[in-house]
């Protein structure tokens, strides 16, 4: 119980920086980078987050100190490969942007 209490602004602080990983960095870089179309990049960005729907695979769905990287389908080493290779298409650099920052915030989520 103590542990817990001792714990609870660690997790905290764990879940802002993930959240603002996933919400407030795209934003910056939208806007950064893509600065006349930063709307749509923001978009694919959050639609993104839609990779996460490989999470309803596993059992439990969610499991506090899990790593994603490598323990769902989507979350993949050989899904990551797949979305660097998006970066050399037009059609598919954004969106393979947006995915590989995903499982970047995923992957520093491992070792916090
Ligand atoms: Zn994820």
């Given at each position: 119980m ?6 609870k ?9 993930h ?14 980078f ?12 959050l639609f993104s987050?839609l ?6 695979l596993?059992?439990p769905i ?21 979305y ?10 954004v969106?393979?942007?947006?995915l ?13």
């Amino acid at each position: 119980m103590m542990l817990l209490f001792l714990l609870k602004p660690f997790l905290m602080t764990k879940f802002i920086i993930h959240y603002s990983l996933h919400f407030l960095a795209p934003l910056l870089i939208a806007y950064w980078f893509f600065n006349k179309n930063w709307k749509t990049v923001y978009l694919v960005f959050l639609f993104s987050m839609l990779v996460d729907v490989d999470h309803f695979l596993a059992n439990p769905i969610f499991e506090e100190n899990r790593c994603s990287i490598n323990f769902h389908p989507l979350h993949s080493y050989i899904a990551c490969g797949v979305y660097f290779l998006g970066l050399f298409f037009k059609k598919t650099r954004v969106i393979a942007i947006a995915l590989l920052f995903h499982m970047l915030t995923d992957f520093i989520d491992c070792y916090l």
